[in-house]
Structures are given as C-alpha cells and as structure tokens.
C-alpha cells in the first residue's frame, strides 16, 4: 500500500498557473521516462503517485483557466470578434455562449461583484454582437 496521499485538484485550489504547470509537467515526465526505460527504474508507488498528481494538476490547471473564459469571450466580442468565431474558438456554439454571457453577467451584479453599469456595457456588447449578422 502506498504510503503517498492521493491528490486531488481542490489540493490546487490557491496554486499559481506556473506551480500547476511545473507539477504537471514534472509528473509527466516521470510518467514519460517510466514508459520509456528512462533513468533510474521508478516505484510502482511513484508511478502511480506521479499519474494521480498529473490528473489532479491537469483538472485543477483546467478549472482555472476556464474561470477566465467569459472575460476572454467578452474582451474578443469588444475587439470586434464575430460571435461565431468566439464560439468556435470555445467549442460551444452561438446561443450556449450567448446564455452563459449573459448567465454569468447577471450573476455579478446579483451579487455585488460588478455594477450595474458595468454589466450593461457588457450586455450591450453581447446583444451587438448577437445581432450582428455573421462574417
């Protein structure tokens, strides 16, 4: 039985982008050089930690980046981006974007994290974009 405790991503809930990287890329390579013959022969215990830290690092690296994903689709929209290549460029398409805008707008300001008027800036900028025929 392993004495090493399992990760999981909430282990990485306040870890800096670069700390989740250097993890996950560390674990990778030990991954890599075990299936390859690499280096010094590892463990089974520190394959299957280095596997387990690589799950929970990739998880929590992704959740965190998609946190920033309505802010990146309302600053492509604001530059101009068609709305249909905002929703390729996502893997959604046009109306599940448009949803979760205006879903997670409205979620700030019921909650005190954005202003009214802030919120219809953006809503503006959502609803050109919607109306905008496509490119």
């Not at 998880?59 to 998609?66: D, N, Q, Y």
């Amino acid at each position: 039985m392993s004495t090493l405790s399992t990760p999981t991503p909430a282990d990485y809930v306040d870890a800096p982008r670069r700390e989740l990287l250097d993890a996950l890329t560390a674990a990778e390579g030990v991954l890599v050089d075990n299936s390859h013959g690499i280096g010094a022969p590892r463990t089974p215990d520190d394959v299957r930690h280095a596997a387990l830290v690589a799950l929970a690092t990739a998880r929590a690296l992704a959740v965190l980046l998609l946190r920033f994903e309505p802010w990146t689709q309302l600053d492509a929209l604001r530059a101009g981006a068609p709305l249909v290549d905002v929703a390729a460029a996502c893997g959604l398409d046009v109306d599940e974007v448009l949803a979760g805008l205006r879903s997670r707008v409205a979620g700030q300001v019921e909650h005190g994290l954005m202003p009214r008027t802030v919120a219809d800036e953006l809503l503006a900028a959502v609803e050109h974009a919607a109306a905008s025929p496509p490119a």
